[in-house]
């Protein structure tokens, strides 16, 4: 089962313009990971921000963190073509023995060129 | 490796047959994670190997699903009696220890159940 939803399911827009993506997620967690998937196969390894920290940069990413609300959103700015991908946040749960990931449900990003 | 290899990139096969999908970590990543991502379920955690420890099986969907992992290293995820629901893109993921967090997922292996 998913941890909880992104919104939008979908996103269209110009090279250029930054992307927003939101995701909410139901449990605790220790941190929580954006990924990017290319043509449905490997997922890309983008960001982690920790439970404690509320906003990370990396690049022309941010991610900020609301454990309260418990959801994140990813911006893209000065979005390019090639950041045509799924986006998916994951989060991360140590309290068991297993470090798994639950993923949402994806956004998928397309950047008109 | 330079990263996660999984073999075969394709598999066709007709329901009722047996499947074996192969992971290769990157070497020195004791952690690694079998995903699957299909269209009605999204990406759902299948199973979780840790060093020498139990793994983590509480993702397989059912029996007919077991994985096994020989020497710490390659990974085997085993379908028998494939079922057309079982048709999805097998992903597997490794981590370094001391760093956990971080997964380093292969390319997947994508696989149809006639």
């Known amino acids: 089962s998913q941890q909880g939803e992104e919104d939008p399911q979908a996103l269209s827009i110009q090279e250029g313009e930054n992307a927003t993506m939101n995701c909410s997620y139901k449990t605790s967690i220790n941190n929580l990971q954006w990924y990017r998937q290319n043509s449905g196969r490997g997922l890309v390894h983008l960001i982690l921000?920790?439970?404690?920290?509320r906003e990370k940069h990396s690049g022309r990413l941010r991610v900020t963190l609301d454990t309260s609300k418990k959801s994140s959103s990813l911006l893209i700015t000065a979005s390019r073509a090639a950041d045509t991908a799924s986006y998916f946040c994951a989060t991360a749960n140590y309290g068991g023995a297993t470090n798994k990931l639950i993923f949402g449900t994806g956004t998928l990003l397309a950047v008109q060129p | 490796g330079a990263g996660v290899s999984q073999s075969p990139s394709n598999k066709v096969t007709e329901k009722g047959k047996d499947v074996e999908l192969r992971c290769d970590p990157i070497s020195g990543h004791t952690a690694l994670y079998w995903y699957r991502q299909s269209l009605g379920q999204g990406l759902e955690f299948l199973i979780y190997f840790q060093g020498n420890s139990a793994p983590d099986k509480s993702g397989l969907p059912s029996d007919r699903f077991s994985a096994e992992r020989t020497g710490g290293s390659v990974s085997t995820l085993t379908i028998q009696r494939t079922q057309q629901e079982d048709s999805a893109v097998y992903l597997c993921?490794?981590?370094?220890?001391?760093?956990?967090?971080?997964?380093?997922f292969g390319p997947g292996t994508r696989l149809l159940v006639l």
């Open positions: 993921a490794s981590s370094f220890p001391g760093a956990l967090e971080t997964q380093y």
């Open positions: 921000i920790r439970s404690n920290e």
